[in-house]
């Protein structure tokens, strides 16, 4: 029978899939009990500001992960871990070094080895996100099914965690542009503290915000891996024409999908 990862009863069948007490879905024991394996996970602290509202609240999502099993975590801390832009020489979209490699070499190994994402940032006016979770993201761009996708991609869960009052101008754009990457689920929760302090905030809030970012981590940790969106297999198929038709044989990233065999067969 499945188990409850919220109030611990199991399921009357097999196959139901919601608890009858609270409506969390339900989940095999195994897997709510696992802890045989380790779940590595790599963070991306968006906020500069180190004791902010952002940090706060992923310090909470961090604690309540490691209560539900074995995680391993790690950090970058934006912009110090990413201090220069993106000049925009397309050199990664021609399968060439990047000349901040010494930046950003370090984030992508850990990204592929990473079996989920975090992506915490605050909402900030200019772009929605911070200036570092930008500066992040257009370093990546290269992971867009229609450049050079990874095949590790399709297998990893990703969370987007904000605070301020345009959360939702924030998560919006970072979930569009994470979907490309063609990773298998994007969750992501928004908290609207309308306070640049987390403790200004009465007690009464603080546990209410606080209850939110545990459930939602609970729930990203034992979430199993779902069949592709729709969006993906479409964007694949799309890619995969753009990719034949206009770049070629002899080119880049045409070159790159070939030898991947996603032309052929489709990696999720």
Excluded at 90 to 119: R, W
Aim: aromatic share 14%; with cysteine; hydrophobic share 35%.
């Amino acid at each position: 029978m499945r188990k409850c990862p919220k109030c611990g009863k199991y399921g009357e069948t097999e196959t139901q899939r919601f608890c009858n007490s609270c409506g969390m879905e339900l989940f095999f024991p195994e897997r709510f009990d696992d802890n045989k394996s380790v779940m590595n996970i790599t963070v991306f602290h968006g906020s500069p500001r180190k004791n902010g509202n952002t940090r706060h609240a992923t310090q909470i999502f961090m604690d309540e992960l490691q209560k539900q099993g074995n995680v391993s975590f790690t950090e970058f801390y934006l912009p110090d871990a990413l201090p220069v832009f993106c000049s925009g020489c397309t050199l990664c979209f021609s399968g060439k070094c990047c000349p901040n490699a010494q930046y950003i070499e370090p984030i992508i190994d850990e990204i592929m080895k990473s079996d989920a994402l975090i992506f915490a940032t605050p909402h900030y006016g200019a772009c929605s996100m911070s200036g570092g979770m930008k500066t992040l993201l257009d370093h990546l761009d290269f992971f867009v099914l229609n450049v050079t996708p990874r095949k590790e991609m399709f297998d990893k869960k990703v969370f987007i965690l904000t605070t301020a009052a345009g959360t939702t101008a924030t998560i919006k754009p970072i979930k569009s542009f994470l979907k490309h990457w063609g990773l298998n689920r994007v969750y992501s929760l928004g908290l609207r503290l309308f306070t640049s302090e987390w403790t200004k905030m009465s007690s009464t809030k603080q546990a209410k915000f606080e209850k939110r970012i545990r459930m939602a981590a609970k729930k990203f940790y034992h979430v199993r891996k779902k069949r592709p969106y729709l969006s993906t297999v479409f964007y694949y198929h799309i890619s995969k024409m753009i990719v034949r038709k206009y770049i070629g044989e002899g080119n880049y990233p045409y070159e790159y999908w070939k030898e991947q065999g996603f032309f052929k067969k489709r990696p999720f």
